[in-house]
């Protein structure tokens, strides 16, 4: 469950606790009183009781957590609870994200990006709000992704319009199916989206019966079948298709976001970035491929230090099914287990007491190329255990191709003097203002 627990208050929470590796909240609007880890390995560990049933995912059955059990729909994974349920269809959908799958998806995202990118810098000095341009570049490229094909501009600007009722109607208190409420309009766009994504569903069904392909991800997710011949139903691809909408989407173009203003912010750190998509595209060519992306350590780096200062999700909730211990603490059964994963990077015991680019506010891409940076740390951006994020390596491939193209080929000012609100991470005020102009070309770097 993602919950907006505000950065201070966590830090606040924390650096109450003395020498206490556990704290209790108290009773808080929405839930009631929590143990909250203070450290990484007990946020961990938390992740790590999930598949035996110990912890489970924190949708509360009443109360405004019930929204995203009724809007996703009860085969989402987000929203099932049993152990083995949850195996068995995350077994189902994981090779639809997995890297063999990536690499097929690969020319459409380069495509893609480089279609928003060149819409970009036609705007000229006009420019675009990057913020919003983004939203729309990751809507889009979802979208593509999962049906395997483009979409036509008008219907993706319909979708994306039912989307925004949608996740509207998650924090559209109180909860009364009535004509103009916020609810009521989120239930009616869950059900076209849901049209939509079961007539693909169909479509792909019958274009496997003839023995064509299907592309994207829903062609995966339909063709899927386990070793004792089980198939997804149309219900279940429906709600998962439903979840990769909304944790795919805010959640990457806030990030993207605040990377654009990071490299306005680091011009050392962007020559940097330009510099080894020099050397990739002299070791690899000009496409964007699966050898290609893993040769981007620099551009990894840069989305990971984004990540590490400003992670999207800053703090998820599990509740302890039963009894359990943490850290020498007893955790009753029914208690909300908060994970802080803001602070918890924040407060990274490898940079804590860093000082210079190593501080822990800092901005320095670098600190991930070391061999500590290359560990996880307290890091946990996609979650962990049994619920780590299902499509982490393809928005990692999606954030990493769009720092590739635009290293490549855009330079670009961003106004960067605003406000950072919080929403779903932080966002600027301004909506980042971003202008792009075509980047003159430069000689490969020597390999």
């Known amino acids: 469950m993602l919950v907006f627990a505000p950065a201070q208050y966590q830090a606040q929470v924390l650096r109450d606790r003395g020498e206490h590796t556990i704290v209790q909240g108290r009773r808080q609007p929405g839930f009631n009183s929590f143990f909250m880890p203070a450290t990484g390995e007990l946020a961990k560990a938390v992740f790590?009781?999930?598949p035996g049933g110990t912890i489970t995912q924190g949708l509360a059955e009443k109360g405004g957590f019930r929204a995203f059990g009724t809007l996703l729909g009860e085969d989402s994974l987000l929203v099932v609870k049993d152990p083995a349920r949850h195996a068995y269809l995350r077994a189902l959908l994981q090779p639809a994200f997995g890297p063999d799958a990536i690499a097929s998806y690969l020319p459409d995202i380069e495509a893609l990006v480089s279609r928003h990118l060149a819409s970009w810098q036609a705007s000229?000095?006009?420019?675009?709000k990057a913020y919003g341009a983004l939203k729309m570049l990751t809507f889009d490229f979802i979208l593509q992704i999962v049906m395997g094909r483009s979409i036509p501009e008008q219907q993706l600007q319909h979708l994306g319009g039912l989307f925004s009722s949608l996740t509207a109607g998650l924090v559209a208190w109180p909860y009364i199916d009535i004509p103009f409420t916020p609810w009521h309009k989120a239930l009616a766009a869950r059900g076209e989206l849901?049209?939509?994504f079961l007539a693909g569903c169909a479509q792909a069904r019958e274009a496997l019966a003839a023995g064509q392909a299907v592309p994207g991800i829903l062609g995966r997710l339909v063709a899927a079948v386990d070793e004792q011949g089980n198939r997804l139903t149309d219900q279940e691809i429906t709600h998962n298709l439903l979840l990769v909408l909304l944790a795919g989407h805010d959640t990457s173009s806030t990030t993207l976001t605040r990377a654009l203003a990071n490299l306005q912010d680091h011009p050392r750190?962007?020559?940097r970035l330009r510099q080894e998509q020099q050397q990739v595209v002299a070791r690899h060519g000009g496409r964007i491929s699966s050898d290609a992306l893993k040769d981007m350590r620099y551009a990894d780096a840069v989305v990971r230090e984004t990540l590490r200062r400003d992670p999207v999700v800053g703090a998820v909730i599990r509740v302890a099914t039963r009894d359990f211990e943490l850290g020498g603490y007893g955790v009753p059964a029914g208690t909300n287990v908060l994970l802080p994963l803001r602070t918890?990077?924040?407060t990274d015991p490898r940079w804590l007491h860093s000082t210079g680019d190593m501080a822990p506010a800092a901005f320095n891409p670098d600190r991930m190329m070391t061999p500590e940076g290359a560990k996880p740390g307290q890091l946990m951006p996609f979650g962990g255990g049994a619920r780590y994020c299902l499509g982490a390596a393809l928005a990692m491939a999606e954030m990493k191709t769009f720092l590739a193209l635009?290293?490549?080929q855009y330079?670009?000012?961003a106004d960067t003097a605003t406000e950072w609100k919080p929403a779903l991470?932080?966002?600027p005020a301004n909506g980042l203002p971003l202008v792009l102009s075509q980047l003159q070309q430069q000689q490969p770097a020597a390999v």
Request: net charge negative; with cysteine.
């Open 425 to 427: 991470g932080y966002y």
């Open 124 to 128: 000229g000095q006009a420019g675009v």
């Open 269 to 271: 750190v962007l020559q």
């Open 344 to 346: 918890l990077a924040e």
């Open 406 to 408: 635009l290293a490549r």
């Open 411 to 413: 330079a670009f000012q």
């Open 48 to 50: 790590a009781e999930e």
């Open 194 to 196: 849901c049209g939509f």
